[in-house]
């Protein structure tokens, strides 16, 4: 057979092998068994490495549980380790290139040739090669070049700054989660405190609306009477319905937030309130607070660094670019005179052409800073608005506690009057139902009014920016954590929000 159809054929084959391989990498779904395994694996991570809830929990052992436990801040630490990692990786790029190859060469016949001369275009030399069939090839090079050391530079101080965005990001979801908590666990609370009293209520007034059914069908009382009645009863159990059904919403998302596994038992530690702290602070002494604090502003700024990295890159492709290069060299043809050898380069290169973009980078650079500096004015000032807002809103929600605690307190003595009244007839025991769902409705009022004044000062927490967490959270246990959070929260507000102007701290403290 002839050699070139030996090499077509071979040619072919190895064409067909290819095609084949291409061809079994088409997209395969993940299957019935995969998908469970998925689920299980998935779900055992979101509730391992818990520790057991064994006693009742304070505010600040839900806050640590919370932040410690919490997936979307595990992920926001997980983001700022991946930042310092690629700042690494960065930073090793602007080392020179070490690079250490070996290889086989070889082909099936002789490589050489003949000579001509030039003028005669007569053969002067008979065909010869210096080149053996098959020979090995080792190297070691070592290759600096200033252009990608410039990139490499900038491209790590980017990362550097990203860093620093990464983790005012995880600032600012961790005083996400301890808004969301102190707002979830004031009305879990609450809910722990109501819930069993609404369930009785509720039981008494299904057995009262099943009594005025029977003395409505034996004609006991007045039509008219008897329906006013049951109307009233069912308006009773509508509102404690309603009520009952946002009381359990508060429990869910609280242990949502805390990540407790479906069906953890949760009982809050029930002590008496806290004093809602007086803010002694100047409207513009809170706002500079805010300026200097906010997770959100510090990001902006660093992004406006990154950003003029990118152009400082841009421009550094413009300028002239060294190169150095020096290398070992073994090659085994015994063909040469030496086997070894160092080579040793250096090379200046400059696209001309580039420079005809020099112009439009710096107007790019300017426009880029312009663009930067409004964005971050423009949310300087929506910050601003926030703290002015929930100084107002805790101050309202601080007047709503009060009048709620009125109301309280003259419920209260309409129940004591209608059950020192009551009578064995049946308007009242409607009346004593009545005073006693309008008594529970007034302690729900005052306990979504405390919750709301405890959302409403997170907020403005929240609003200035300052921080909720110690430095190290992963090596402290949930007690240690809540305490080390105490401290942290106590410490911001004595000195940044609880200073009157003169100096002197505010009287009240909230644990």
């Known amino acids: 057979m002839p050699k ?131 020979r090995e090839l080792y190297g070691l090079g070592l290759s600096w070049s200033l252009l990608d050391f410039g990139v490499a530079y900038y491209r790590t101080q980017q990362k550097a700054d990203q860093i620093l965005m990464a983790e005012e990001r995880r600032r600012k979801v961790a005083q996400n989660v301890l808004q969301d908590v102190r707002n979830a666990y004031w009305r879990a609370l609450g809910a722990q405190r109501l819930m069993p009293e609404v369930d009785k209520l509720l039981m008494r007034t299904h057995t009262a609306l099943t009594s005025a059914r029977e003395a409505e069908t034996r004609g006991l009382l007045p039509r008219q009477e008897i329906l006013a009645y049951q109307r009233a009863l069912l308006d009773s159990i509508y509102l404690l319905t309603v009520r009952r059904q946002d009381l359990e919403f508060a429990q869910a998302e609280l242990a949502a937030l805390m990540s407790l596994p479906p069906g953890s038992k949760m009982i809050l530690a029930d002590m008496p309130d806290p004093p809602l702290p007086e803010v002694h602070q100047s409207m513009a002494q809170l706002e500079q607070l805010s300026l200097e604090h906010r997770p959100e502003i510090m990001e902006e700024w660093y992004r406006k660094r990154v950003n003029q990295k990118d152009l400082d890159i841009a421009k550094a492709q413009l300028w002239p670019n060294v190169s150095a290069d020096f290398g070992y060299r073994y090659d085994s043809n015994k063909f040469l005179y030496n086997n070894d050898w160092n080579a040793t380069g250096l090379q200046v290169s400059m696209n001309l052409l580039r420079l005809l973009q020099l112009p439009s980078l710096n107007a790019a650079q300017k426009s880029q800073s312009e663009t930067d500096d409004s964005r971050r004015v423009a949310l300087s000032m929506a910050i601003l608005t926030q703290v002015r807002v929930g100084t107002l809103r805790y101050q309202l929600a601080r007047q709503e506690v009060e009048f709620t605690e009125d109301s309280l307190r003259v419920d209260r003595s309409l129940l004591d009057y209608a059950q020192a009244a009551k009578t064995g007839a049946l308007g009242s025991e409607l009346e004593v139902i009545r005073s006693e769902g309008r008594y529970l409705l007034s302690r729900y009022q005052r306990e979504a009014a405390f919750s709301s004044a405890q959302a409403a000062w997170g907020r403005l927490y929240n609003s200035v920016g300052l921080d909720v967490l110690p430095d190290e959270i992963s090596k402290h246990d949930i007690k240690t954590l809540a305490r080390e959070i105490q401290r942290t929260l106590n410490e911001q507000e004595q000195q940044r929000l609880l200073i009157s102007q003169q100096g002197t701290p505010n009287a009240q403290n909230r644990p």
């Open 4 to 134: 070139h159809t030996t090499r077509f054929i071979s040619s072919a084959l190895a064409s067909a092998l290819l095609l084949s391989a291409c061809s079994s990498l088409e997209p395969k779904p993940s299957t019935d068994e995969e998908n469970r395994q998925r689920i299980l694996a998935d779900q055992s991570r979101m509730y391992s490495g818990q520790e057991p809830v064994t006693a009742p929990i304070t505010f600040y052992e839900a806050a640590a549980r919370a932040l410690k436990y919490n997936l979307d801040y595990r992920l926001k630490l997980m983001e700022s380790a991946l930042a310092s990692d690629l700042r690494d990786v960065s930073s090793h790029e602007m080392l020179p290139k070490l690079v250490a190859s070996a290889g086989y060469a070889g082909r099936n016949n002789d490589s050489g040739g003949t000579s001509i001369g030039i003028e005669d275009r007569q053969v002067s030399l008979r065909a010869s090669t210096s080149e053996e069939r098959y």
